[in-house]
T-cell receptor, first 109, second 115 residues
Framework: GQNIDQPTEMTATEGAIVQINCTYQ??????LFWYQQHAGEAPTFLSY??LDGLEEKGRFSSFLSRSKGYSYLLLKELQMKDSASYLC??????????WGAGTKLIIKP | GAVVSQHPSWVICKSGTSVKIECRSL??????MFWYRQFPKQSLMLMAT?????????EQGVEKDKFLINHASLTLSTLTVTSAHPEDSSFYIC???????????FGPGTRLTVL
């Protein structure tokens, strides 16, 4: 079967750095997405990786290793507004998005 | 750019009634639209995928006669929850994608409460 694993919940301190990991086992791979979802709102796009390596976008970076079926989202200089759920999603061989359950990130002052 | 709207943002209805939710891509042509359902503290669950002008493809376990999807134009898709019951209460989110593009753009979601 297809599976996306990410931690259920993480806690970090304002101003610090946090890394949210995602491992996947899917039938084929056509890219990996990270989305941010605040409570009661729809997800918003953060990043897309299809080749191995690190993609940096401001305070957020996303890394992919296709051989290891692994990605992480790195958030720097954490702000209180970064408290949200972070969803990892993989596009499989049928170009369907397979979603992880999300990681709830709690930022403490 | 790439804005997707949903209407209504929330709806409360009586058990047994039908509810229609609209999803519109405001500034791009959405050749493919997706309908998701999300229960509290759970991940997104894809209900169906629809391509403009074609019948929707439903995920396993989703009743096509209960959740009617119409994607008649490149900017509008509708989801009708027929004979709604309290267990249908959920957060329904649509997303839209342009042809040959990777990214899906999400609507703001519709919170449905069935009494």
């Amino acid at each position: 079967g297809q599976n996306i694993d990410q931690p259920t919940e993480m806690t970090a301190t304002e101003g610090a750095i946090v890394q949210i990991n995602c491992t996947y086992q899917t039938s084929g791979f056509n890219g990996l997405f990270w989305y941010q979802q605040h409570a009661g709102e729809a997800p918003t796009f953060l990043s897309y990786n299809v080749l191995d390596g690190l993609e940096e976008k401001g305070r957020f970076s996303s890394f992919l290793s296709r051989s290891k079926g692994y990605s992480y989202l790195l958030l720097k200089e954490l702000q209180m507004k970064d408290s949200a759920s972070y969803l990892c999603a993989v596009k499989d061989s049928n170009y369907q998005l397979i979603w992880g359950a999300g990681t709830k990130l709690i930022i403490k002052p | 750019g790439a804005v997707v709207s949903q209407h209504p943002s929330w709806v409360i209805c009586k058990s047994g009634t039908s509810v229609k939710i609209e999803c519109r891509s405001l500034d791009f042509q959405a050749t493919t639209m997706f309908w998701y359902r999300q229960f509290p503290k759970q991940s997104l669950m894809l209900m169906a995928t629809s391509n403009e002008g074609s019948k929707a493809t439903y995920e396993q376990g989703v009743e096509k006669d209960k959740f009617l999807i119409n994607h008649a134009s490149l900017t509008l898709s509708t989801l009708t929850v027929t004979s709604a019951h309290p267990e249908d209460s959920s957060f329904y989110i649509c997303s839209a994608r342009e042809l040959f593009e990777n990214e899906q753009f999400f609507g703001p979601g519709t919170r449905l409460t069935v009494l």
